[in-house]
């Protein structure tokens, strides 16, 4: 298995409160990535990072920041929670992120409940 | 852009019988696809892949093979067990552009 772990690994807040989710690896990869899961959605992507300090938006990017100051650590931060946030979210590794045949490997998830 | 749509769930099926998951996908690219399972409490654990047509992915008595002419990746297992009880993701990847589909919850009962 992936050294991926996230913390906390579950979390209830309240609607306005910031959040800050943590990933870490212990792979050295490159790319890391921060994924939501919602019923009948899948995952969708909400920002990936290249590179330290180096990130981008994915699909679902609005309300969300993140940063990477060290290789293997990947925060997602939700500067004022809402209800719409209260979700799974996963992080992904991955060694190159323009090769397409490349896996992702994933975190076991952070269940976030905003009340 | 890219899309992935997965035949909705459940599924329930007896232990020992056949399975197929339906997955088809648009893409404007050349993609690589990707099955991924999710335990329950778990992350996602890739399942099998291909990474290009007719290239047949396998793992696990799980199949699939990358059909471009009908953009399909369909899921197969001909004896599946209660321990194949999960949630099965498909998934597309072209560059960082991953795209996955709503999942199929599989229940396999004794």
């Known amino acids: 298995d992936a050294g991926i772990t996230q913390s906390p690994r579950h979390k209830v807040t309240e609607t306005g409160t910031p959040v800050t989710l943590r990933c870490h690896q212990t792979e050295n990869h490159r790319y890391m990535y921060w994924y939501r899961q919602d019923p009948g959605h899948g995952l969708r992507l909400i920002h990936y990072s290249y590179g330290v300090k180096d990130t981008d938006k994915g699909e679902v990017s609005d309300g969300y920041s993140v940063s990477r100051s060290k290789t293997e650590d990947f925060l997602l931060t939700l500067e004022s929670a809402t209800s719409s946030q209260t979700s799974v979210y996963f992080c992904?590794?991955?060694?190159?992120?323009?090769?397409?045949?490349?896996?992702?490997?994933f975190g076991p998830g952070t269940r976030l409940t905003v009340l | 852009g890219n899309s992935v749509t997965q035949m909705e769930g459940p599924v329930t099926l007896s232990e020992e019988a056949f399975l197929t998951i339906n997955c088809t996908y648009t893409?404007?690219?050349?993609?690589?696809l990707f099955w991924y399972v999710q335990y329950p409490g778990e992350g996602l654990q890739l399942l099998l892949k291909?990474?290009?047509?007719?290239d047949k992915g396998s793992n696990k008595g799980f199949e699939a093979t990358y059909r471009k002419e009908t953009t399909s990746f369909h899921l197969e297992k001909g004896s599946v067990q209660v321990s194949d009880s999960a949630v099965y993701f498909c998934a597309l990847r072209e560059n960082n552009d991953m795209r996955f589909g709503a999942g199929t919850r599989l229940t396999v009962k004794p």
């Open positions: 992904a590794i991955s060694s190159s992120g323009t090769a397409s045949t490349d896996t992702q490997y």
């Open positions: 893409a404007t690219g050349y993609p690589s």
């Open positions: 291909a990474t290009k047509a007719d």
